[in-house]
């Protein structure tokens, strides 16, 4: 049953029971409305209790349902909450924990609301690209008033229900039994009438129309790219401005608009992807997973300091090893340098300063990381250099550690092979500044055991980052990518265009930053070692040499001062360069091509395209699992656009055939070598199918 129904004295609760959080699914609309129904048929119930199973009131609508047929089917959530409103009994909302989106907009329609304190409360929609469709721009500000209700509905931000007194007629004591104080005060309101309906209440606000007009410039500025929050702005306007059926319709219309926009699409594919990327088909949700209780790193560097942070901000004690005191000084100086830093700007307390800096420890001994359930790897990405230190670790470390790499592009397996223990092997790939940027990307080596692989899956969640599984592969998902996203960028600079031109457009596109930033961000050097590499182990494969030529000329990045562009101390702009731009111009007069004119589309089509076109190879090749894990990677990652969905849903929405008519015309120009398309890219646009295609 995915809505219980039970009789106590004369109130009738229904409970939602559809887990985790009671969404509100066909099913369970459908049984809470017999509950109701059945409750009004019933001479000896007087009062109507609602309430949620398990861990929440109800997390909201069932999104998987959206563009289906089973949103379509009765009941919707319309008539749920038009159900509990006609009633002519009262119908009392107990809540407690969560009571978000549709769950909310329900409690809305009941005649009364309870609640516990501490549960979050929110209208959440715009998180997707939408706004509330049920009714929560027309309640919500009748019963908070306008300006607290357009910031919840426009944030989507959760409120602890202690905070929203208006919302409630009690709000209970934490200690409490909230079904029997619920019932208790259905008996005692069950005869009050008439009964009270949010609908018939006036939103009251002096100066409505400046106050609006206000939130729409504010919203509009921050909103950026994505339509939902400007929609929210005028749904809830029509709370004031219109009869309470007539923006009920207007909400409606609105939602159904955004529900087919390209963005929410994306937003709800990212929602979905995420919680996919957990999924892994041959190791079960049930699979056991190792105690992380001690976590130990090795390199103090820039890398294995951001990933000691991640284990300090989720309380699990860490041991730093380094070879060289100075080292481990600047690392430990430049963990407590950060977290100042997040004290200065409010964020951490410098009691929690000191608590996280009292789980870190230090040491020139392998001896004193022995005992570690975990040790993650940081060191200069040179495979001579891994296996002197994994040789060290399978020597000192306790039976049943995980063994953990944080390289980039170096084969795991080859790594694992340094050990006597293979399976307690894994890569787990943070993304520079480690303590800040969202991604984990874990590489299953092949033997890799499946309680590791597990192991790591809860531990990015603990560390509140997104994991996303890859399997072994030279750069894996992420670096494999970007290569070729890199090697067109190269060329197009060969070809004419100019550094800022490239970034401007990738950046119009939606990138937070254009690959040269990007390169200047992260270090010119540390690509042009693997390219250094990559020119002895493959050399059939061509690339630009304009950026080892800026190189050559000492211009690593920020970190220099200099790389692609200018920059100042203390300022992260970056300033065109003339030296440069004159370098590229003459290099490619070195090269005999003559230089053209770009387009901002050609850019962006063969930044993209190149992307989508490896990350078709690496889906059929097996090292994703899924599309939308590329897509993750990406958005989690490499800073693409989040109303774009990612590189593999974006090309989807773009329609595979014409990527591929794009490649084609590609491979007929410079360096055309670079663009052969992949066969389940010419699968999958022949049969005008997408990668995200059921």
Known sequence: MTAEYQVHGAVAVITLNNPPVNGMGLETRTAAVKGIQRALADDAVKAIVITGAGKAFSGGADIKEFNTPKALTEPSLHTLIATAESATKPVVAAIHSVCMGGGLELSLGCHYRVAMPGAQIALPEVKLGLLPGAGGTQRLPRVLGLEPALNMIVSGTPVPSEQLPALFDEIYAADVDLLQSAVAFAEKIADVRPLPKVRERKVDYPNHEAFLQFSRNTVKAMAG??????????????????????????????????????????????????????????????????????????????????????????????????????????????????????????????????????????TLAYEDIAGADIVVEAVFEDMGVKEAVFRKLDEVMKPGAILATNTSTLDVDQIAAFTGRPQDVIGTHFF??????????????????????????????????????????????????????????????????????????????????????????????????????????????????????????????????????????????????????????????????????????????????????????????????RASDIDMVYLTGYGFPLYRGGPMFYADTVGLPNVLAAIHQYARGHHGEAWQPAPLLVKLAEANLGFNSK
């Open 225 to 362: 790219p994505f339509p939902a929050p400007l929609e929210c702005v005028e749904t809830v306007a029509a709370s004031v401005t219109m009869k309470f059926e007539d923006g009920l319709k207007f909400e409606r219309e609105r939602f159904l608009h955004l529900i087919q926009t390209t963005e929410s699409k994306a937003l709800r594919h990212a929602f979905f992807a995420e919680r996919m990327a957990s999924k892994v088909p041959d190791v079960p949700a049930d699979t056991p997973v190792r105690t992380i209780q001690r976590a130990a790193i090795v390199g103090a560097g820039t890398m294995g300091g951001g990933i000691a942070m991640n284990f300090l901000n989720a309380g699990i004690p860490v041991t730093l090893l380094e070879t060289r005191q100075e080292a481990l000084d600047k690392g430990i100086a430049t963990i407590r340098k950060n977290y100042e830093n997040t004290v200065k700007k409010g964020k951490l307390t410098a009691e929690k300063l000191e608590q996280r800096m009292g789980l870190l420890n230090s």
């Open 432 to 625: 520079s500044p480690a303590n800040v940027m969202k991604l984990l990307e874990i590489v299953r080596g092949s033997q890799t055991g499946k309680d590791v692989l597990a192991t790591a899956l809860a531990l990015s969640r603990k560390l509140k980052k997104t994991g996303v599984v890859s399997g072994v592969c030279d750069g894996f998902i992420g670096n494999r990518m970007i290569e070729q996203y890199s090697r067109q960028a190269g060329f197009l600079l060969e070809e004419g265009a100019l550094p800022e031109q490239v970034d401007k457009a990738a950046e119009k596109f939606g990138f937070a930053m254009g690959p040269f930033r990007m390169g200047d961000l992260a270090g010119n050097d540390i690509g042009w070692a693997i390219r250094k590499r990559r020119y002895v182990e493959k050399p059939e494969i061509s690339y630009s040499r304009t950026a080892d030529l800026l190189c050559e000329m000492g211009r690593y990045g920020q970190k220099t001062g200099a790389g692609w562009y200018d920059y100042k101390p203390g300022d992260r702009t970056a300033y065109p360069n003339a030296q440069v731009n004159a370098m590229i111009v003459q290099h490619s007069a070195d090269l005999g091509i003559g230089r053209r004119k770009i387009s901002d589309k050609e850019i962006v089509e063969r930044l993209v395209y190149a992307l989508v076109n490896e990350g078709a190879l690496i889906l059929e090749e097996g090292v994703a699992l």
